[in-house]
């Protein structure tokens, strides 16, 4: 496993944990309640971050921190890292999750849906990175995995704003990736095609909801638990391995 014993000794303060902290955004549904319950059965103790605590609870997951916090608010963020470390110790991985699809066409789709992308998807994921790279630079020890999405390689129609959104996932991760590797903390970008979850239910323009929701009946899409394995084999390999991008899609996902 990742667990290094020079940056996690089994300290009086931390006797109990095998494994180290791991964060995960957006984790009360779809691929981060995946990963969450994944990260959970390999040992680790969890910060589970989401705005709708119920839904975080309800894995009822051991050692876990459940915080309702919106991840476009970065000292909310920061401050739930804080109190996790504080009871379970440093964080050595974050997944950021936490993401929104609002599909439509840039010349009728409501502003406000561009704005909840870019902050959510874009600003979002930076205050997460905040929150545990200090840390983690310090510790010379931790592992960011950015969830983009096979729109952040290549584009679709309707998918204007949140393809630029996850286009930006993918070039912060790789400059982010440059910036900390000499550090010895990884950056991993997961860029997942069509998963059955529930992130197109949000998407308001109902004759694209509608072919999006054709096209998704028309193969057999993902699973979150899929994206979650490809997420806990980015994170146990050796610290000096980085799996610096991984596309990960149903093999009948032709697009
Ligand atoms: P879900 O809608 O199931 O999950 C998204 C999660 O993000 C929810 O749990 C939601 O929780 C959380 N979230 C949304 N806004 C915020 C916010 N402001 N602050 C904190 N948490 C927030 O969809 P997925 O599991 O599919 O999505 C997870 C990630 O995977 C996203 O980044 C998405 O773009 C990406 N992805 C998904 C694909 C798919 O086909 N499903 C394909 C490629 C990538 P809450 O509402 O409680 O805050």
New binding site residues.
């Given amino acids: 496993m990742n667990t290094h014993p020079a940056h996690f000794p089994h300290s009086p303060r931390f006797p109990y944990f095998a494994q180290p902290l791991a964060i995960v955004?957006?984790?009360?549904?779809?691929?981060?309640a995946a990963t969450a319950r994944a990260l959970s059965g390999e040992g680790h103790p969890l910060l589970l971050?989401?705005?709708?605590t119920a839904?975080l609870e309800a894995l009822g997951l051991p050692d876990t921190m459940v915080k309702s916090?919106?991840?476009?608010d970065g000292a909310a963020l920061a401050d739930a890292v804080r109190e996790a470390e504080a009871l379970y110790g440093p964080a050595d991985l974050l997944v950021n999750?936490?993401?929104?699809?609002l599909l439509g066409s840039v010349d009728r789709q409501p502003v406000d849906e561009w704005d909840r992308m870019l902050d959510?998807?874009v600003r979002?994921l930076l205050n997460g990175v905040r929150a545990v790279l200090p840390g983690m630079i310090e510790r010379r020890h931790g592992t960011v995995i950015n969830?983009?999405?096979?729109a952040g390689r290549k584009s679709y129609a309707h998918h204007t704003v949140y393809s630029g959104t996850k286009f930006a996932v993918h070039g912060m991760s790789e400059s982010l990736r440059e910036e900390v590797s000499p550090h010895g903390v990884r950056v991993v970008t997961i860029a997942?095609?069509?998963?059955e979850?529930?992130?197109l239910s949000h998407t308001t323009d109902e004759a694209v909801k509608t072919d999006y929701q054709a096209f998704k009946d028309s193969v057999e899409i993902l699973t979150?638990e899929d994206v979650a394995s490809a997420i806990t084999y980015a994170y146990r390999l050796p610290q000096r391995v980085t799996l610096r991008e991984l596309v990960v899609a149903a093999t009948g996902q032709a697009a």
């Fill in positions: 955004t957006g984790a009360g549904s779809g691929i981060g971050l989401g705005r709708n839904r916090v919106d991840v476009t999750n936490a993401g929104v699809m959510v998807n979002g969830v983009s999405s096979v997942p095609g069509a998963v979850t529930e992130l979150p």
